[in-house]
């Protein structure tokens, strides 16, 4: 079996405003354009936050501002011979995203919106 560790941010601006992006549907055909957190896989032999930091950075090319809190951790079970471990942090950011290649666009959402979301 197949072990992954991957690190996710809920990232927060300044006005308190939650950070989501919308993968490409192109790029992630099996997922679809579906809104999502910053993240992805770690690099063996590196730590967790400098894998996260890398992640924002290469995402949305914006620097974590502080020290992000670890609010979750789950295993991801889907895939048959694949296990996937997932450590999702709260991190505050500033500036506006500058988007790569796997996302086709980001939206600012307040706490009542990410609870109402439905895609």
Do not use: C
């Not at 549907?25 to 730590?47: F, H, L, M, N, Q």
């Not at 979750?72 to 079970?77: F, M, P, V």
């Amino acid at each position: 079996m197949e072990l992954q560790v991957g690190v996710k941010a809920l990232l927060q601006n300044k006005e308190g405003k939650y950070l989501l992006v919308r993968r490409s549907s192109e790029k992630y055909p099996e997922v679809g354009a579906k809104w999502d957190i910053v993240g992805g896989r770690i690099e063996p032999g590196t730590t967790l936050l400098e894998n996260l930091k890398r992640e924002i950075k290469e995402e949305v090319g914006l620097d974590l501002v502080g020290e992000p809190r670890l609010v979750a951790a789950q295993d991801i079970l889907r895939v048959p011979g694949r296990h996937v471990v997932r450590l999702t942090y709260v991190g505050k950011i500033e500036g506006e995203p500058a988007l790569d290649g796997d996302h086709d666009e980001y939206r600012w959402f307040s706490r009542e919106e990410l609870d109402n979301l439905t895609d």
